[in-house]
T-cell receptor, first 113, second 118 residues
Framework: AQSVSQHNHHVILSEAASLELGCNYS??????LFWYVQYPGQHLQLLLK??????LVKGIKGFEAEFIKSKFSFNLRKPSVQWSDTAEYFC???????????FGAGTRLFVKA | GAGVSQSPSNKVTEKGKDVELRCDPI?????LYWYRQRLGQGLEFLIY????????KSGLPSDRFSAERTGESVSTLTIQRTQQEDSAVYLC????????????????FGPGTRLTVL
């Protein structure tokens, strides 16, 4: 079965530290890739997405992600985190434009002020 | 509406009772999705609607779970004879459609319904 793995369940960083959250998926065909974020008390919302073209995707709030097809990975990065980035981050994969999107288990990020 | 809304926000029920969860998608969104999120786990796909038809029900955990949608509007998820393992947050999302020529459409999520089965 297709799956999405997020390597870190909990990450604690100090402000200004660099962030990289890992995401790997198991589907071998064409994929659409997403990172969603859920800030405390808020709804899940889209952070960035990859459909085709440049594998380096830039999203909101200074986040970016790189699609590496050979590694089945879509890692999320931010050069310098802020306290306001404290949230839960979900990687998601849609397979070939079908109906179903598979979500990872999420990574809880806590940024110390 | 301004966003996806869900009701109730919290539901506590006794084992064996039926519950009905409601989702109001964003106006004009033809696609609607239900997910379940158990504590500490990711989102588990339950069912997808395009309009009022459900081409993919593969995620429904058992025949105790059913869902319907009226036109391109409100959807209800019904769980019959609830069990303790049904306790979770049930999330609804909607999108303009499953996909466009530009790729898969973004899903907009509601706040969820937290279901607790005692």
């Amino acid at each position: 079965a297709q799956s999405v793995s997020q390597h870190n369940h909990h990450v604690i960083l100090s402000e200004a530290a660099s962030l990289e959250l890992g995401c790997n998926y198991s589907y071998g065909g064409t994929v659409n890739l997403f990172w969603y974020v859920q800030y405390p008390g808020q709804h899940l919302q889209l952070l960035l997405k990859y459909f085709s073209g440049d594998p380096l995707v830039k999203g909101i709030k200074g986040f970016e992600a790189e699609f590496i097809k050979s590694k089945f990975s879509f890692n999320l990065r931010k050069p310098s985190v802020q306290w306001s980035d404290t949230a839960e981050y979900f990687c998601a994969v849609n397979q070939g434009g079908g109906f179903k999107t598979i979500f990872g288990a999420g990574t809880r990020l806590f940024v110390k002020a | 509406g301004a966003g996806v809304s869900q009701s109730p926000s919290n539901k506590v029920t006794e084992k064996g009772k039926d519950v009905e969860l409601r989702c109001d998608p964003i106006s004009g969104h033809t696609a609607l999705y239900w997910y379940r999120q158990r504590l500490g786990q990711g989102l588990e796909f339950l069912i997808y609607f395009q309009g009022n038809s459900a081409p993919d029900k593969s995620g429904l955990p058992s025949d105790r779970f059913s869902a319907e949608r009226t036109g391109e509007s409100v959807s209800t998820l019904t769980i019959q004879r609830t069990q303790q393992e049904d306790s979770a947050v049930y999330l609804c999302a909607s999108s303009l459609g499953p996909r466009t020529s530009g790729g898969y459409n973004e899903q907009f999520f509601g706040p969820g319904t937290r279901l607790t089965v005692l």
